[in-house]
């Protein structure tokens, strides 16, 4: 069957493909499937992307000299996307730093992942260019110095390849070219010279991929401006589904059969969906990606294989173990977090619940956690911003949501803080919080017979307050929507404009760009380790004429964040639940979600006009375009993120 498949698809893509395509489907399939080797068709997937990239920086060249016109650059450059879509779900599996920062990062400037400083320049190089970034010594040549670095990789030169005055910027092409092809060269030298791709390591970045797919390959993150997304996503498929051969080959003729035809329809219902913002994002996830990313977990476990997080003995952010990208365990709150889940337990979890709630615990015993995040609320608390313990005073940003806060590398809306557990102390420190110690709270707390039932078991110091916290927040999780239960299968029906509002987010909108299922947050896939922060241009108030004077991250005190690139920058927090915890964006200012999707659809602060106020604004300043029953339909899906059981 799968031989029959393969030949079926070479016919189908011989009718649609450009030469190049259809060139590497062949190379690939020089081999029977019985003799197939994982290990040679990745070697050959990586050295056709050297090939490609080896004709953009020959075309960039003669683009910049008058030899080559626009017309040819834009093919050369898609079929150099191609080709690194065949290799990017192990590339990024085995690199993923060395991707983000030199292959295929946001064209946006950014801080030098690898601030060098003075070092000698012919040292320098000569280093960085010694292995891909993850297996750099970071410390070797630190001598305190910042750098702020121009976007490099696929986007930024998609960006200026297809600009209108991409003519003006073709030197500038010819090098971001050259230095991708080194950068990549020097990833491709690395995979290369791996001795092993384990079995293991195949299905897992092929997993990974899938999630890739549903939430940044589909999305247009990859390709904002040429939105190309879709041809691409069929371009990884067809290569995912090269490279897992010899492990279908391996399994019984059921599973291996259910996993080629959905390779197979996933494939077919790309073939001619040029319109990026028509394409029905939801259909394609729920019937075809997820149900794969599914059987891959059981084709895993037909042969046996355990997961990295298992052979390496690490709590891993991503829960390979799950069957959705809306499975409720689909991430592990643990891999963020102090707190281990052998250390987590019902009484620890009871006892955090208890100090949330205690009032006592503050300097003047009139406020609490609960005070500012409230559970009808969705633990936010319905202000501008949060009533200070000093009576007539204030907090100064607007309270979010704790729901789902758990999942985050970095906290408060400034992101001055590195883990969960430093967050507590400071809101105990804050004279217009707590404004107090974890000595004094933990001399209450043993002074005190409503905690006895807890100090008998465990013992009341500062860290076991703080697990204990973070017992609670752990349990204020959210994955049990509407709209997450009709993405598992729990439930059959979603009403229309939901399904509308989900293409929207995930499309036209450009939502999901920023926004990233399944925690609607910013922290990224696929593997959910990082957060983001975004510069909005947020203003003062809804259509006024000033905007917000906040500096956000550029004043977090973080060490080499005082930049202008974080100037106005906040943390991208997650829309679950938003339907309950107006009012929004960091100063609480914005009362009604038709409020914020009027600003996000004018471009922000910069598309109504104040770019001069905000020159480095990350969100892209063009109108969306939406109608007013678009809107409706976004506000619709909003709604059906709301768990209301956590209310």
């Known amino acids: 069957m799968q031989l029959r498949y393969l030949q079926r698809l070479i016919v189908r893509l011989l009718c649609f493909s450009t030469p190049f395509f259809v060139g590497i489907l062949v190379l690939a399939f020089t081999q029977s499937p019985k003799k197939y080797n994982t290990k ?20 960039a060249s003669d683009y910049a000299t008058y030899s080559a016109d626009k017309e040819a650059l834009k093919i050369q450059f898609t079929k150099a996307r191609y080709a690194y879509k065949a290799v990017e779900s192990y590339a990024t599996y085995f690199y993923p730093k060395h991707t983000a920062a030199y292959i295929n990062g946001a064209a946006l400037d950014h801080l030098d992942p690898y601030p060098v400083g003075n070092a000698p320049t012919s040292e320098l190089n000569l280093y960085l260019n010694s292995a891909p970034l993850d297996d750099l010594d970071g410390g070797y040549f630190i001598d305190g110095g910042v750098q702020i670095l121009p976007p490099a990789g696929f986007q930024i030169i998609e960006e200026l390849i297809f600009d209108a005055d991409s003519r003006k910027q073709a030197e500038r092409i010819y090098k971001l070219s050259v230095a991708l092809k080194t950068k990549f060269k020097i990833l491709a030298d690395a995979l290369t010279s791996r001795k092993f791709i384990l079995d293991y390591q195949v299905l897992e970045s092929s997993r990974l991929q899938l999630v890739r797919i549903m939430t940044l390959g589909i999305t247009g993150f990859d390709s904002p401006i040429y939105q190309n997304s879709l041809n691409e996503t069929r371009f990884s498929l067809i290569s995912l589904n090269q490279v897992l051969q010899d492990l279908l080959s391996q399994t019984n003729n059921d599973n291996s059969n259910h996993i080629q035809r959905l390779f197979e329809f996933s494939i ?5 969906k040029d319109d990026f913002e028509k394409f029905d994002r939801l259909y394609f996830i729920k019937n075809f990606i997820d149900p794969l990313y599914a059987q ?25 173990n799950t069957i959705s990208l809306y499975s409720k365990d689909f991430l592990n709150p643990y891999y963020y977090t102090l707190l281990t889940e052998e250390e987590d337990t019902p009484l620890l979890n009871e006892l955090g619940k208890t100090i949330f709630y205690d009032e006592k615990l503050s300097g003047s015993q009139t406020i609490s956690c609960a005070s500012c995040h409230n559970p009808k609320q969705a633990y936010s608390d319905g202000q501008q911003t949060s009533s200070a313990s000093i009576q007539g005073n204030y907090l100064e940003r607007n309270a979010p949501s704790l729901i789902n806060a758990v999942y985050a590398d970095r906290y408060f809306y400034d992101m001055r803080v590195f883990d969960l557990e430093n967050q507590y102390e400071h809101v105990f420190k804050n004279h217009l919080e707590y404004n107090t110690t974890y000595e004094d709270i933990v001399a209450k707390i043993s002074a005190s017979d ?73 922290l990224i ?22 905007v917000d004077t906040d500096t956000g991250r550029s004043s977090n005190g973080v060490y080499n964040e005082n930049q202008n690139i974080y100037n106005k920058s906040f943390k991208t927090v997650s829309v679950r639940n938003a339907s309950v915890t107006a009012p929004y964006f960091h100063n609480g200012t914005y009362q009604t979600l038709e409020e914020v999707l009027d600003f996000y659809n004018n471009g922000g602060g910069a598309g109504l006009g104040f770019s001069n106020e905000i020159p480095n604004q990350t969100l892209p300043s063009e109108n969306l375009e939406l109608t007013a029953q678009e809107m409706q339909e976004l506000i619709a899906f909003i709604d059906a993120l709301t768990d209301h059981s956590t209310n």
Not at 268 to 272: D, V
Not at 485 to 509: C, I, Q, S
Not at 525 to 546: D, F, I, R, T
């Open 296 to 320: 891959l977990l059981h084709l895993q476990k037909a042969l046996n294989l355990k997961s990295r997080a298992t052979i390496t003995n690490v709590t891993p952010s991503w829960n390979s």
């Open 525 to 546: 896939p696929p593997l959910y380790q990082e957060n983001e922060s975004e510069v909005l241009g947020v203003l003062v108030k809804p259509n006024g004429q000033n």
């Open 450 to 522: 409503q905690y006895t039932r807890f100090s008998n078991s465990i013992a009341i110091n500062k860290y076991t307050i703080s697990k204990a916290l973070t017992s609670f927040l752990i349990s204020l999780r959210s994955l049990d929507s509407e709209f997450d239960k009709y993405m598992r299968g729990e439930d059959d029906m979603l009403p229309a404009e939901v399904k509308n509002g989900f293409n929207l987010f995930m499309g036209k909108a450009k939502c999901a760009t920023c926004h990233f299922p399944p925690t609607f947050s910013g």
């Open 268 to 272: 077919s219902y790309l073939e001619n």
């Open 40 to 59: 040679e068709l990745i070697l050959r997937q990586i050295y056709e992307a050297e090939v490609q990239l080896d004709s953009l920086v020959k075309i």
